[in-house]
């Protein structure tokens, strides 16, 4: 059992006594409203959240995830800052995922995988075990079309989603505006370079095959083509109105050759990608 006791209103507990602290006008008063709005359209008052954080509290074998109604009031009117615990148990007690009340105060936890991604080490490491599998980021497909793993598709925006990946898969992806292509698990067309199972960045500005010679495969763009009514990815020649769609030399894969733009329009050029070299062993 977790013992709690009660802290007068004008005396600051001592557990959030590094964390609470005055609110600057505007931002938090604006994080203050938000609360009691979603508290208020709950129907829930300020003993009834006390008593369900105290039994979260109870339950995680730690009081900072307790919250006195005096101290939520003070919330409410933008005295103080709640600390992450408290933040954690408003989120769970409300409903609303913790990302989101975290952002309430100024911090979009949406933009630490690109903020992270800012400091590269020099230096190949391995990089440390999530603590949880909750960090995962939604996979965007198109509601009401069947979506067959063993196709190439072009997805949506990350606005629709069905399936999850690890979010450090993607972290250097501009998931939010950009368009990406899942490249079917049947789809060897740019193998080893792409291969099976890869989710691929797409930048729609990049559209034109250039015909040219290129010395170096590392270098020729890699486009992302719609065949009305599949998709594929590969590099493209352009000659005589003609979109040929040009495997690399390892896949096995024969040139396709589409009359352009009646049979093939081209989506993008890829310019990030993220995939699996081979499959995980299972353990015994």
């Given at each position: 059992?977790?013992?709690?006791r ?10 959030v006594?590094?964390?609470?602290k005055?609110e ?10 938000r ?21 979260l ?5 730690n009081p900072?995830?307790f919250?006195?109604r005096?101290w939520?009031h ?14 954690y148990?408003?989120?769970?007690i409300?409903?609303?995922?913790c990302?989101?009340?975290?952002s ?6 949406g933009?630490f995988?690109?903020d ?14 999530l603590?949880?599998?909750d960090?995962?980021?939604?996979l ?12 190439t598709?072009l997805?949506a925006?990350l606005g629709?989603?069905w ?23 049947s ?7 792409i291969?099976?199972?890869?989710i691929?960045?797409?930048d729609?500005n990049?559209?034109?095959?250039v ?10 763009p ?23 769609a ?5 896949s ?6 589409f009359a ?12 990030g990608?993220?995939?699996r070299?081979?499959e ?5």
């Amino acid at each position: 059992m977790v013992a709690f006791r009660y802290v007068p209103l004008c005396i600051i507990p001592k557990e959030v006594s590094q964390s609470a602290k005055m609110e600057q006008p505007g931002q938090q008063e604006s994080a203050g409203i938000r609360l009691q709005r979603i508290r208020k359209n709950l129907g829930l008052t300020l003993r009834q959240v006390e008593a369900r954080s105290r039994r979260l509290a109870e339950k995680k074998q730690n009081p900072d995830y307790f919250i006195s109604r005096g101290w939520l009031h003070s919330i409410e009117n933008g005295t103080f800052r709640p600390s992450l615990c408290k933040l954690y148990s408003l989120g769970a007690i409300y409903s609303v995922h913790c990302s989101t009340i975290f952002s309430y105060f100024g911090c979009n936890l949406g933009d630490f995988g690109r903020d992270q991604a800012l400091f590269g080490h020099a230096r190949t490491q391995l990089a440390p075990q999530l603590a949880t599998g909750d960090e995962t980021i939604v996979l965007p497909i198109k509601p009401g079309r069947a979506f067959r793993l063993d196709r190439t598709n072009l997805l949506a925006k990350l606005g629709r989603i069905w399936g999850e990946v690890p979010v450090r898969l993607l972290q250097h992806l501009d998931l939010r505006n950009g368009v990406y292509g899942y490249v079917g698990t049947s789809d060897r067309t740019m193998f080893p370079i792409i291969r099976p199972g890869s989710i691929v960045q797409i930048d729609q500005n990049q559209r034109r095959a250039v015909s040219m010679q290129w010395d170096d495969e590392d270098d020729r763009p890699i486009f992302f083509l719609e065949l009305r009514g599949q998709y594929i990815c590969s590099w493209c020649q352009m000659e005589d109105g003609y979109l040929s769609a040009v495997p690399h030399p390892k896949s096995k894969c024969q040139v396709r050759r589409f009359a352009y733009p009646r049979e093939a329009d081209i989506v993008g050029r890829v310019i990030g990608v993220t995939m699996r070299l081979v499959e995980a062993e299972q353990g015994d």
